[in-house]
């Protein structure tokens, strides 16, 4: 995944109504279009959540008594900004809108559905 600061940058965190027309114009088909953008969300959201843990490990501290407990600062704005990124749905819409997905679909086999005769 390409750093995610450069990816949601001028990418507006509020959800907004969206023209259906607009949305199945490329596909043909809205259901086709919101499968393709409910996929790639998914990628999205696992991508970011392991670059936060990835980011969030360097700061992982093993206390010895569980009284000791401090903040880090970095460790808290880190978190934070994550916090603050679009849903990973907005992210992937904007992509389909800008034609930025690559999709494809499966060739499925005849014989699957001739009964193999």
């Known amino acids: 995944m390409s750093d995610i600061k450069t990816k949601v940058q001028g990418i507006d965190p509020n959800l907004k109504a ?3 027309v607009e ?3 490329v596909t043909g088909n809205i259901y086709e279009a919101l499968a393709i953008i409910r ?10 959540k392991h670059e936060l843990h990835k980011k969030l490990e360097e700061f992982a501290v093993t206390p010895d008594a569980i009284e000791e407990i401090h ?10 900004f994550y ?4 849903n990973p749905t907005v992210i992937a819409t904007g992509e389909f809108l800008r034609g930025e997905l690559e999709f ?3 060739v ?3 014989n699957e559905f001739e009964g193999n005769d």
């Open 18 to 20: 969206r023209d259906i």
């Open 23 to 25: 949305l199945a114009g």
């Open 39 to 48: 996929r790639r969300a998914r990628l999205l959201s696992k991508d970011i």
């Open 71 to 80: 903040e880090n600062k970095e460790q808290i704005e880190i978190s934070k």
């Open 83 to 86: 916090e603050r990124l679009p």
């Open 104 to 106: 494809r679909y499966r």
């Open 108 to 110: 499925r086999d005849t």
